[in-house]
């Protein structure tokens, strides 16, 4: 399998696993009014504090991009914070879960803080 990015118009891109991943977990759901939520909150020692949740909102202003049926949304406030980020889906044996490459982060570390 290629591992084809898909990108939104805020500039935030997830990857093929990132799309596959998200449209299971809504199936699971069993609902098809829900959309990924991404947000941002400063804090975390990178400087970024990620959140990805299910939403059925639709906030003033957010920017929503539709992944081959999977609708993701973010708010106005945390789009400049992501342009040009990248969403993915891992699950190898050492790690399973959304990893977020984000050139906006002012440094990194491994203490996980900031990927909530």
Known sequence: MTDIKLEAPA????????????????????RDDLSLRIAVQPGGCSGLRYQLYFDDRALDGDVATDYD???????????????????DFV??????????DNPNAQGSCAC?????
């Open 11 to 30: 500039g935030v891109t997830l990857t093929e696993a990132a799309v596959d991943k998200v449209r299971a977990l809504l199936e699971a759901e069993g």
């Open 69 to 87: 049926g999977v609708k993701v949304v973010t708010d106005r406030m945390s789009a400049p914070y992501l342009g040009g980020a990248s969403i």
């Open 91 to 100: 699950d190898t044996i050492q790690q399973q879960g959304f990893t977020i």
């Open 112 to 116: 996980g803080d900031s990927f909530h």
